[in-house]
């Protein structure tokens, strides 16, 4: 049962877990400011972010606001609810840098080189296949680009092992919360 809300290598979780799992954030982004974290990645006006996996899109009010008027958020995900929950909140909040993009099977249409700053969070965990998934982060991804992911719901040591198998990135520092990479280019 835990694994419909945690996902264990299923790609698109159900639509019923999607919206248990947007109501659970809706209640913690009431208490947690969340966005905080944003502050971490190095996030500059007039960039280019990719919050890839954004789910109902918690995080892009606030890199809306680190980017600024010149910068661009693209909130990518592979659930067609996700999409439909950014594009209510990019309207109901007037994020008017932020688009939403839906990426079925894991390939999202956005040109090569695109972002500055990509970041993947609690959603690692569910991706089948995790070189694919890191590859496709690093076509989009500027070669003087950054990534920050954290293990979503797995050890760290998984996590970092699977990214070195793709040989897409090279991490290139750990904190407790993300890990900063650097695409291999």
């Known amino acids: 049962m835990m694994s419909i809300f945690t996902g264990s290598r299923m790609d698109r979780m159900p639509d019923v877990a999607f919206r248990g799992m947007s109501l659970l954030f809706w209640i913690r982004d009431r208490f ?27 995080y ?40 939403a993009c839906l990426a079925p099977d894991g390939a999202c249409p956005l040109p090569a080189d695109t972002a500055d700053r990509v970041y993947a969070l609690d959603m690692f965990h ?6 694919a998934f890191l590859r496709e982060i690093n076509r989009l991804t500027k070669p003087s680009g950054l990534l920050y992911i ?33 695409p291999v280019k």
């Open 32 to 58: 947690v400011a969340v966005s905080r974290l944003l502050e971490e990645f190095d996030l500059q006006p007039g960039q280019t972010v990719i919050d890839y996996g954004c789910g109902p899109g918690s």
């Open 60 to 99: 892009i009010a606030g890199a809306s606001r680190l980017v600024g008027p010149a910068g661009r958020v693209w909130a990518v995900d592979i659930h067609e609810l996700a999409v439909q929950a950014v594009e209510r909140r990019i309207i109901r909040e007037k994020l008017n840098n932020v688009s």
């Open 126 to 131: 569910m991706v089948r296949d995790t070189g």
């Open 150 to 182: 954290d293990n979503g719901h797995q050890s760290r040591r998984e996590a970092r092992r699977k990214i070195m198998e793709s040989s897409a990135w090279e991490i290139v520092e750990e904190s407790p919360r993300f890990m900063r990479c650097r």
